[in-house]
């Protein structure tokens, strides 16, 4: 359970601590506010990254060069501190327990966070970056070292597409990159095929509660380089190579890779429709958790952050929504006005207002 959070400069924070007494906490208060931002600070203690933007420059206060988040975390018998402190954009410090981390995955899945978010409809209709990035979020989230796979092979590859951009025929420079990137590719493709198997049985068991009948859902991973080992993809560059130095990057690769979904054989980013495509997204997220529950199998380590999702929901969904992220050890909500969702009782709720968090109350 998430204990106390820190924020310093982030978002529109100067300087904010908030304690939390209750497994269930609720941020209310009008738009442009900070709910949001409480929530994206926790998930970015999480993750190290945000479930919002990829710019750290959009995440530190207005004026400020860098900016500092800390989470106090316990269970039953401990309790542990995370640290995360940007001097500026590029310059970063992680600590647990006031000693220095120098690895990402070292950090990471300390807290396991599933993100439920307005915007989530766009991992099913929008571009194949965001599919790409929901699945890697939800697989570095259960094993640290594919986050670091994911590092190291799109510095590789910026590396070698520097180098293709230059219309550079130094072929062996050019090669030189290859047998990491192919190394790396073959990793995170197995993983995500692995992984988009995992999510398609969870969101049809999911789905079997508003639909019946056979192929219900499909999850399909679409490989840019049709090809998965070591050695075939070497010589997928192999074959490839010229025509690259012509276009000036690579062609294919895990950073080019796109997802199918389907809903009773109707591919949903074309033809779903938006009630469909919402529901479907929310499936997604609920099946990251239960995956979590299935692997981890400790609800305790698991917390849930609903950024203002109930407008969307009909009540046969709320209720398996609730069942779900009730499993989790800990939930925090937004709400612009609490009085209409007062059925979450013995929920600890704080005022937001402009950038500033006023003290919680428990409601029964």
């Given at each position: 359970?998430?204990?106390?959070?820190?924020?310093?400069?982030?978002?529109?924070?100067?300087?904010?601590?908030?304690?939390?007494?209750?497994?269930?906490?609720?941020?209310?208060?009008?738009?442009?506010?900070?709910?949001?931002?409480?929530?994206?600070?926790?998930?970015?203690?999480?993750?190290?990254?945000?479930?919002?933007?990829?710019?750290?420059?959009?995440?530190?206060?207005?004026?400020?060069?860098?900016?500092?988040?800390?989470?106090?975390?316990?269970?039953?018998?401990?309790?542990?501190?995370?640290?995360?402190?940007?001097?500026?954009?590029?310059?970063?410090?992680?600590?647990?327990?006031?000693?220095?981390?120098?690895?990402?995955?070292?950090?990471?899945?300390?807290?396991?966070?599933?993100?439920?978010?307005?915007?989530?409809?766009?991992?099913?209709?929008?571009?194949?970056?965001?599919?790409?990035?929901?699945?890697?979020?939800?697989?570095?989230?259960?094993?640290?070292?594919?986050?670091?796979?994911?590092?190291?092979?799109?510095?590789?590859?910026?590396?070698?597409?520097?180098?293709?951009?230059?219309?550079?025929?130094?072929?062996?420079?050019?090669?030189?990159?290859?047998?990491?990137?192919?190394?790396?590719?073959?990793?995170?493709?197995?993983?995500?095929?692995?992984?988009?198997?995992?999510?398609?049985?969870?969101?049809?068991?999911?789905?079997?509660?508003?639909?019946?009948?056979?192929?219900?859902?499909?999850?399909?991973?679409?490989?840019?380089?049709?090809?998965?080992?070591?050695?075939?993809?070497?010589?997928?560059?192999n074959k490839n190579r010229h025509r690259e130095q012509r276009k000036g990057f690579t062609l294919s690769g895990p950073h080019l890779d796109d997802f199918e979904l389907y809903l009773k054989n109707i591919q949903l980013r074309y033809f779903g429709s938006t009630g469909q495509c919402r529901l479907v997204a929310l499936c997604l997220k609920m099946a990251q958790i239960n995956l979590l529950l299935k692997q981890d199998g400790k609800s305790s380590d698991i917390i849930a952050l609903v950024d203002d999702v109930y407008g969307n929901l009909d009540n046969k969904i709320k209720e398996l929504f609730m069942e779900v992220i009730n499993r989790t050890g800990q939930i925090f909500h937004t709400?612009?006005?609490?009085?209409?969702?007062?059925?979450?009782?013995?929920?600890?709720?704080?005022?937001?207002?402009?950038?500033?968090?006023?003290?919680?109350?428990?409601?029964?």
């Amino acid at each position: 359970m998430i204990n106390r959070l820190w924020l310093h400069n982030f978002r529109n924070y100067s300087n904010q601590e908030i304690a939390f007494k209750s497994n269930i906490v609720a941020f209310v208060g009008a738009n442009g506010q900070g709910k949001s931002n409480l929530i994206e600070a926790i998930f970015f203690v999480s993750m190290l990254r945000s479930f919002i933007t990829t710019r750290i420059a959009d995440i530190k206060k207005i004026g400020s060069l860098g900016f500092y988040l800390g989470i106090e975390y316990s269970g039953d018998s401990w309790e542990r501190k995370l640290e995360i402190d940007y001097s500026d954009e590029v310059t970063r410090k992680l600590l647990i327990d006031n000693q220095p981390v120098n690895r990402s995955s070292d950090f990471i899945r300390r807290i396991k966070s599933v993100v439920f978010a307005p915007d989530d409809i766009n991992i099913v209709t929008g571009q194949s970056g965001l599919r790409r990035r929901f699945i890697d979020m939800l697989i570095s989230v259960n094993e640290p070292g594919y986050m670091n796979a994911l590092h190291n092979y799109n510095k590789a590859l910026r590396s070698r597409n520097a180098v293709l951009r230059n219309n550079s025929y130094d072929t062996k420079l050019i090669m030189a990159f290859e047998p990491v990137l192919a190394e790396l590719s073959s990793f995170i493709i197995n993983r995500r095929l692995e992984y988009a198997e995992f999510i398609e049985q969870e969101v049809i068991e999911l789905l079997t509660h508003f639909y019946k009948g056979a192929g219900l859902f499909n999850f399909i991973y679409k490989n840019s380089a049709n090809v998965v080992s070591v050695d075939q993809l070497l010589e997928k560059f192999n074959k490839n190579r010229h025509r690259e130095q012509r276009k000036g990057f690579t062609l294919s690769g895990p950073h080019l890779d796109d997802f199918e979904l389907y809903l009773k054989n109707i591919q949903l980013r074309y033809f779903g429709s938006t009630g469909q495509c919402r529901l479907v997204a929310l499936c997604l997220k609920m099946a990251q958790i239960n995956l979590l529950l299935k692997q981890d199998g400790k609800s305790s380590d698991i917390i849930a952050l609903v950024d203002d999702v109930y407008g969307n929901l009909d009540n046969k969904i709320k209720e398996l929504f609730m069942e779900v992220i009730n499993r989790t050890g800990q939930i925090f909500h937004t709400f612009t006005d609490y009085d209409k969702h007062n059925q979450i009782a013995g929920a600890e709720v704080f005022k937001i207002k402009d950038g500033k968090v006023f003290n919680g109350q428990i409601m029964e």
